[in-house]
């Protein structure tokens, strides 16, 4: 089973360069989450989707852009890199449960290293 | 707003020793989630557990443990008899609950645990 993909692994950028990750998810989840991890802070939420053509803005939507176009595929976009951006990014996807208590199973990729010089 | 604090940056402990990480979370929603993950060396995420807010019951999974308390805003985690594959940072993360669901997650900084041989 592949659950979350992400892909490229691992990149290297120049400031100012472009990129766009992708993640795909072959659960026929509703839901799709970009987090980026760095030191000291935890995982941050960039953006997120609540279903196909859709996407909301997170904690730290600054410099990024997403597109949902498929179900099973959630896009990050840099359009100009900065070494700010240097980080960790995490995909994720859940579904959604109708029953009021039971919550999401959220399931995560393994991660995208990015470094921006 | 909603907050997870985990106070404890590091914690080294040597094997077979019990260790507890500690976690506090901030919320005024009445239905929520709460989370650990598991990132060993390797860098993927690790579900461990979720809990919600209207099950305070403990539990026990082997050699973890996890003690939910509403009156304190606390659900910690207890290794007992630590091993060395223990070593990883450890996130405790929360999430909103009732029909608005949307699995967003809210981590805290991460405790970073190192199990000595």
């Known amino acids: 089973n592949a659950g979350v993909t992400q892909t490229p692994k691992f990149r290297v950028l120049k400031t100012g360069q472009s990129m766009t990750l992708l993640c795909a998810q072959d659960?026929?989840?509703?839901?799709m989450y970009w987090y980026r991890q760095d030191p000291g802070m935890g995982l941050r939420l960039i953006h997120y989707?609540?279903?196909?053509?859709?996407?909301a803005k997170g904690e730290v939507p600054d410099g990024y852009n997403v597109s949902r176009l498929k179900k099973q595929n959630f896009l990050l976009g840099l359009e100009s890199a900065a070494p700010s951006q240097t980080s960790v990014y995490f995909c994720?996807?859940?579904?959604?449960?109708?029953?009021?208590?039971?919550?999401?199973?959220?399931?995560f990729g393994e991660g995208s290293w990015l470094t921006v010089v | 707003a909603q907050k997870v604090t985990q106070a404890q940056t590091e914690i080294s402990v040597v094997e077979k020793e019990d260790v507890t990480l500690d976690c506090v979370y901030e919320?005024?929603?009445?239905?929520?989630?709460l989370f650990w993950y598991k990132q060993p060396p390797s860098g993927e995420l690790v579900f461990l557990i979720r809990?919600?807010?209207?099950?305070?019951q403990n539990e026990i999974s082997g050699r973890y443990s996890w003690n939910f308390q509403k009156s304190t805003s606390s659900f910690n985690f207890t290794i007992t008899a630590s091993q060395v594959v223990d070593s990883a940072v450890y996130f405790c993360?929360?999430?909103?609950?009732?029909?608005?669901?949307?699995?967003?997650?809210?981590f805290g900084q991460g405790t970073t645990l190192q199990v000595k041989p």
């Open positions: 994720a996807s859940s579904s959604y449960f109708r029953q009021r208590f039971s919550g999401n199973t959220i399931y």
């Open positions: 659960m026929n989840h509703e839901y």
């Open positions: 989707s609540v279903g196909e053509g859709t996407t």
């Open positions: 919320t005024r929603d009445t239905t929520y989630y």
């Open positions: 809990r919600n807010s209207f099950d305070e």
């Open positions: 993360a929360l999430s909103e609950g009732g029909s608005g669901n949307t699995g967003k997650l809210i």
